[in-house]
């Protein structure tokens, strides 16, 4: 597992009337730290409020744990007839060269906007229409405080009778030393009318534009696997990942983060022990707390290593299924993740 120094109560990322969710942050020129997280009104219900009132938020702090301040929303609504023109979700901050490249997910429906306190289903039309239109997208600027360009159309969509058929979310880029991306994502698979259950892929492209060619036909993990939500960086020997075990079957606790490693970034295994983090940490009032969930895991890398562990967290007890509450969290690491 890795080492982990207290997590700081007054740390992170809040704010008051929205759920915040995802977290990925960048050092930008001004020397200060800025994070782009997911909100949406907390008088929808958090699942399945994001997919259908999300929007991508910047917040800055001085140091890397925080406190973060919103700043600015970067990733408004903006019309139904745009890709991402009612959600966008996922935010993964990366710097390529002079260019600061905002990967994330677009989603759009042609329903109204839900009124506050009304019931929001995962089978209400508005959601199934909003999970069905998911895609990958990325928006660019020469410095975190913008202005960014977005484009007019996803730069992974989805293919016809393969395992992202469905829909593709949860970008995880990994940035080459040439430039080029090896893009892990989330996808799902239509079978009948309905879609199967998530699985990861891979795809690369020579430039953060695209185009972006899927390196397998197949999700790189068994379906039994059942993980979501994969951060990937590059090491010495091929690329390592952590991701959120969504039953435990593979970490020993359910919602806990998996390690593996790959030569290449298609072929993947398990570390052993494969257990990467749990939702019980210690905070730096002394107290041990469990989260409700701990997800959407991001290192930021410092001098090519992991310093810091951002992840949206919950108060809930069932995941976000009773939570009352979400926020951004920062971890601080005592020493680089152990090899596996």
């Known amino acids: 597992m890795f080492s982990f120094k207290p997590a700081p109560v007054g740390g992170g990322f809040r704010m008051e009337g929205y759920w915040v969710w995802c977290g990925s942050a960048v050092k930008g020129e001004d020397g200060r730290y800025h994070l782009f997280a997911s909100r949406w009104p ?33 990733l408004p609504a903006r019309g139904a007839e745009y890709w991402d023109g009612r959600s966008t979700h996922n935010p993964h901050i990366v710097r390529i060269g002079d260019t600061y490249v905002l990967y994330y997910m677009g989603s759009t429906h042609p ?14 039309p508005v959601t199934v229409v909003a999970r069905s239109n998911k895609r990958i997208g990325i928006a660019t600027a020469s410095r975190p405080e913008g202005p960014w360009l977005r484009r007019d ?49 891979a795809a690369k492209a020579p430039h953060f534009e695209g185009p972006y060619t899927r390196l397998a036909e197949g999700p790189l993990f068994p379906p039994d696997f059942n993980i979501e939500d994969p951060f990937v960086w590059k090491t010495e020997d091929g690329f390592s990942m952590i991701a959120k075990d969504m039953t435990g079957r593979l970490c020993g606790e359910k919602y806990g983060g998996i390690r593996a490693y790959s030569p290449d970034g298609v072929t993947w295994s398990l570390c052993d022990p494969p257990k990467a983090y749990s939702r019980t940490f210690l905070w730096d009032d002394g107290v041990t707390r469990q989260a409700g969930n701990l997800e959407r895991p991001f290192l930021l890398m410092e001098g090519g290593v992991p310093t810091y562990l951002f992840a ?8 976000f299924h009773d939570c009352t509450k979400t926020w951004n969290m920062v971890i601080p690491l005592k020493e680089g993740p152990p090899t596996c």
Do not use: Q
């Not at 800055?60 to 406190?67: A, C, F, K, L, Q």
């Not at 009124?115 to 929001?120: A, I, K, N, Q, T």
């Open 42 to 74: 907390d008088s929808l219900p958090m699942h399945p409020g994001w997919l259908v009132s999300s929007e991508v938020v910047r917040a800055v702090s001085d140091t890397p744990e925080g406190p973060y301040t919103y700043a600015e929303t970067v």
């Open 111 to 124: 329903f109204a906007d839900p009124e506050p306190g009304e019931p929001l289903r995962p089978e209400d």
């Open 153 to 201: 159309e996803p730069v992974l969509t989805v293919r016809p009778g393969r395992f992202d058929s469905f829909l593709t979310s949860n970008p995880a880029p990994c940035v080459m030393d040439d430039g080029s991306v090896l893009l892990v994502y989330k996808a799902r698979k239509y079978e009948g009318f309905r879609h199967g259950e998530m699985t990861i892929g």
């Open 312 to 319: 949206a967290a919950s108060d809930g007890t069932k995941g």
